[in-house]
């Protein structure tokens, strides 16, 4: 009952961003998943699409009852104005909404903007204080630049993929789509800081985010072992660089991720001893974690064929019970339904316009006194066309019925 009464009252508060408007362009994945998590902070984000057709990810399955499940996930807390940038009169009416917001966010081609006539440049001279968020393949300038250049694209050519899978096998993509959402989560959070700065100097700024840049930034130390040692870091599966054990094993019936790491202390013995396997407890060739990763070709084969003498469930009890960090090697139906997940509220159901109840992933975002929620699904098409126009540019319904009949909207 405490806990609910206290969810509720952090429902009642404003999320951070509230007051911040966002004029959104961006479609398919980095983008948009950068708006979403600027929605889910309490900014109002305007979804700008082409009328009749949207966001291409609108046509991505697999589909709730013809509405695409894809534009669903990433596009919740959003509103959707359709707006014909091509034509003259919808240019002229975009650059009046640039006067009311706060923010641009765009993942087009790079110059593409620019070339519409609605680059930097020109919407900052409407509004001298409006931040501009692109996100591209390889960034706004550079031998790259023009290319064009998707998820898989960047994952290549950033490294990723040659160090993800087993040794000795092909590079393997993985499961999610690190190259959008990286690129995605480094938007928001530059847009964050510019709205910041811009709150002490009074000016906007352009924000430039390459997908590529991002990869490299995220492959945490494997340029720097690289840098330190001059060789080139490969696939280990499950395992760490450094640390051992620190993978997934296979049990009885399933399997489990053990993970022990430096400076813990006790972690080796403990482990040792839950395994059953107390003459390794004293072997120099595993008296620490690096002596293991040094000596894993010999310790592999004993922990592996001990793992698989129980089942997942006996191991996560002993382990656990001595203090050794391990988890259950979940699919996402497992994921969805285990007890911490649910406890904390990731999934949940939100308002849909036609579909009614929508089940959905929560923001990850947890703050006392400004939370971030999420508060709706993602929009229909064009659904708040009429009501943004007549809240931020004051139109009528004669006006906007006009310029639906031109095709403007």
Known sequence: MAENQKKAGLAAMSGPLKGIKILDLSWILSGPFATMV?????????????????????????????????????NR??????LDLQKDEGKK????????????????????????????????????????????????????????????????????????????????????????IAAGLYCSVAVVAAVYERAKSGRGQAIDISML??????????????????????????????????????????YIVVAIVGGTKN????????????????????????????????????????????????????????????????????AAADPQVIYRDMIIQVPHPRLGEVKTVNTPIRMSATPARVEKAAPDLGQDTRDVLKEWLGLDDKEIDRLAEAEII
């Open 267 to 334: 972690q080796w013995p403990l482990f040792c001893v839950t395994l059953g396997l107390i003459d390794l407890i004293d072997d120099q060739r595993f008296r620490d974690g690096w002596s293991r990763t040094t000596h894993y070709a010999e310790l592999e084969p004993i922990l592996t064929s001990t793992m698989r003498s129980k089942t997942s469930r006996e191991w996560l009890e002993e382990l656990s019970e001595v203090g050794i960090a391990c988890g259950p090697v979940n699919n996402i139906a497992q």
């Open 213 to 254: 840049d991002c990869q490299v930034a995220v492959l945490e130390n494997a340029f720097a072992r690289y840098f330190a040692t001059g060789e080139v870091p490969a696939p280990l599966g499950t395992r760490h660089p450094v640390f051992t054990p620190f993978q997934a094993f296979e049990t009885k019936d399933g």
């Open 38 to 74: 600027l929605a889910d902070l309490g900014a109002e984000v305007i979804k700008v699409e082409r009328p009749g057709w949207g966001d291409l990810a609108r046509g991505n399955g697999p589909f709730i009852d013809g509405e695409s499940s894809y534009f669903l996930s990433i």
């Open 93 to 180: 009416i975009f650059l009046e909404l640039v006067k009311k917001a706060d923010v641009v966010v765009e993942n087009f081609s790079a110059g593409t903007l620019a070339r519409l006539g609605l680059g930097y440049e020109a919407i900052s001279k409407v509004n001298p204080g409006i931040i501009l968020a692109s996100i591209s393949g390889f960034g706004q300038d550079g031998p790259y630049k023009s290319k064009p250049a998707l998820d898989v694209i960047v994952q290549a050519m950033g490294g990723i993929m040659s160090i993800t899978g087993e040794p000795g096998r092909p590079p393997i993509r993985p499961g999610v789509s690190y190259g959008d």
């Open 77 to 82: 807390g959003k509103k959707s104005l359709t």
